[in-house]
């Protein structure tokens, strides 16, 4: 493991890179022997630091949960991240391109709990039982680090690429339909860039947020009544540039759209 001032000296920069908006060197280059658990300490840290400043834990985002993200980063397993306040956004929402860094747009499905939910032996009904609302949502992905060669471990200290989300459409009773067979068209200006099920996370979208109460068990933590989880991306990650504008159908759920300026 990492000693605590080098944990700190790179939860600093990447501080400072979310300012600039230059990415770090990969961490995973400079800090070969550095592991998942350093990484969280990092992202820890970096959470620490937000809430002193001010900011209000709202969520959490399950990262790499698909085949088709999988497939997309060259990494197998999933990661998670913090949601806070000044995150979230409103469907129609207008974003300055050059507040991130490498920006993509995702399809997702976000799960709004009304209940805990604790670890380590949750299951998909816990989840089930402890929704008061299924939404759909746009993750906006951000970089703090360089993107070429990322590991696992260079992702979860980047707080799991999380920059933005935007919720919108239909939201659902999690028991009103089969969540599994939400399906999604994603599209940037006008052109129809990506499709996907919702199945495609880890077979149901809800299994993801109870890995994550399972995960995170093990720091002590839990999922609680209020926060708004963030499930994993059924497409691949979509690059953006400035001028564009996303619009993603969820058929029955409605739609969700946001433009970078």
């Known amino acids: 493991m990492l000693s605590e001032e080098t944990i700190t000296a790179i939860a600093d920069e990447l501080v400072q890179a979310g300012r600039t908006r230059t990415p770090v060197a990969r961490l995973t280059a400079r800090y070969p022997e550095m592991t998942v658990e350093d990484s969280y300490r990092v992202q820890n840290l970096w959470r620490q630091r937000s809430e002193a400043a001010g900011q209000t834990l709202v969520g959490r985002k399950i990262g790499l949960t698909s085949r088709a993200m999988q497939m ?58 402890a929704t008061e609302y299924v939404i759909p949502a746009l993750e906006i992905l951000d970089a703090r680090v360089e993107m070429e060669g990322r590991t696992i471990v260079d992702t979860i200290s980047d707080n799991a690429a999380m920059g933005a989300m935007v919720i919108g459409g239909n939201p659902v ?73 996303v619009f993603a159908d969820y058929g029955p759920l409605g739609t969700v759209t946001c433009h970078f300026q």
């Open 72 to 129: 997309a980063t060259g990494i197998t397993e999933p990661d998670y991240g913090i949601i806070f306040d000044d995150m979230v956004h409103d469907s129609g929402a207008v974003f300055n391109f050059s507040d991130f860094t490498g920006a993509r747009v995702e399809m997702e499905l976000a799960f709004k709990l009304k209940k805990d939910i604790e670890g380590p032996r949750a299951n998909i009904f816990d989840v089930l039982n």
């Open 173 to 245: 009773k999690p028991d009103a339909i089969d969540l599994r067979w939400v399906s999604g068209i994603l599209f940037k200006n006008q052109t129809v860039e990506e499709t996907g099920v919702a199945a495609g996370v880890l077979n149901h979208p809800a299994a993801g947020v109870y890995w994550l109460a399972n995960k995170i068990a093990a720091h002590g933590d839990k999922l609680k009544a209020g926060e708004l989880i963030l499930a994993g991306s059924f497409t691949r990650p979509m690059w953006v540039e400035a001028n564009d504008t």
